[in-house]
């Protein structure tokens, strides 16, 4: 439809088409040509609820233009106000889709069902001119949608205080208590009039509560009132700032395991640090001066092996052929040390079987005089079920058989205890009659495969030739006149003189 006023009345303003936008609650879609949408992307900033598009020039996708943009402003939500803004300041806080609040007042990518929730602050900057009362109705409402929130404010900007009170309690028998504030006369000040400018100036008053060079004002916890910091009390009754400059607290240590300090029975935090009890050390007081957790079995700290640190093992690890690496609470663990298996071997071998170094015919007491450590004792199974028992196994050279037993500590007395395994790990007996006698039937079996394999590939080859004579006999059948090596059996010669008349 042609407008048809143009030449008695001007076309509508930006200010008059955005008005008529929302008061009608309007999307507007300006669908242009490339070469026009910079100047109408410009214009959508001015008009409330509205989008730019780019049109084909043969309007082809005006549809799939309308859907896009209409997706796009259907998937988000956009909440203003038409407060006063020189007077009322209003925030909007909101989480959308999300776990955080955040300082917005739009929420997109939002799909059918959605839930927001909403968080307005409402901030009165000043008073409105003229005496009051002062009512000012605004509304809040979603861009687009015909929905609108009314809020009536009012400004009370005058109290009704009652009479003043002179030189009142609450400003230190000093000032004038009047609405909640101290006037505090010539000569004093301070918010309850406690200070006296007699004895110190408002720059020394400063200057007295901070600390060094620091342009913090009481470490920043706490307010400097007449040259002195009043440190900020704390949400939770158990902790403390405190100092001159609020420097200190009871809070800021550090920790074991979230305990400050390590708790009261390890240390205490005094300033930021902790201040650690007797026994104990380290900046978080988590480390024991006690060596009763690090003693070994053998009554050494740490087996000898390593250093007790925090009531805690610090193995020597760096293994050399000399010094073996230890592990372990006690340092008493090494995988690469002999043991004691070498050590109890000749006595675990003449006690349970008799033979061995330790057993001699000739000195029958030799195994007893030698071997008072222990007395080993005979299992059918051996077990590792004992803290640090270990295993060990030898060839007995009378028998090559091996042998096996294992060693323990008591957990009572630290005593050895040894356990032997009744029986002994024998190789098989071979008979060697029946091994040589077994190698040369193998080897007769051997050659007599041998033998039939060939005699049958000679055999298969030779009916391959004769099957291969055959085929050419019988393809070559010659007469005696046409074979060319034919040669008859006798000789005709003619007597040149014959029947001459001579």
Known sequence: MQYSESTTQDYPSL?????????????????????????????????????????????????????????????????????????????????????????????????????????????????????????IPFKVYPVGLDEELTVTLEILCDCDCGIPIPNAMQCSYNGTYECGICTCPPGTFGKFCECSTDSITGLDEEAGCRQGNSSLVCSGRGRCVCGQCQCFPRPNSDENVYGKYCECDNFSCDRVNGILCGGPTQGSCECGNCVCKPGWTGTDCGCSESTESCMAKNGKICNGKGKCVCGKCVCDVEATPDAPAYYGATCENCPTCPGLCYALKSCAQCQAFGTGELSSDEDPSLCARNCTLFNATHVDELYEDQPGEKICQFRDESDFCTFFFSYYDHPRDGSVQVEVKKTKVCPEIVNAWALILGIILAILAVGVALLLIWKLLTLIHDRKQLAKFNAEVENARWDTSGNPIFRPATNTYKNPVYGSNK
């Open 15 to 135: 200010s008059q088409i955005n008005r008529a936008v929302k008061e009608n609650k309007i999307n507007l879609i300006f669908a242009v040509t490339e070469d026009q949408f910079p100047t109408y992307d410009r214009v959508s900033n001015y008009i409330e609820g509205s989008i730019a598009g780019k049109l084909a020039n043969d309007s082809s996708n005006i549809v799939e233009l309308v859907k896009d943009q209409y997706n796009k402003i259907s998937s988000s939500i956009e909440l203003k106000d038409n407060a006063p803004t020189d007077i009322v300041k209003i925030t909007y806080f909101s989480k959308c889709l999300g776990s955080k609040t955040e300082r917005t007042n739009i929420c997109p990518g939002l799909k059918v069902g959605s839930e927001i929730q909403w968080e307005l602050n409402v901030e009165v900057d000043k008073c409105p001119p003229g005496p009051g009362p002062h009512i």
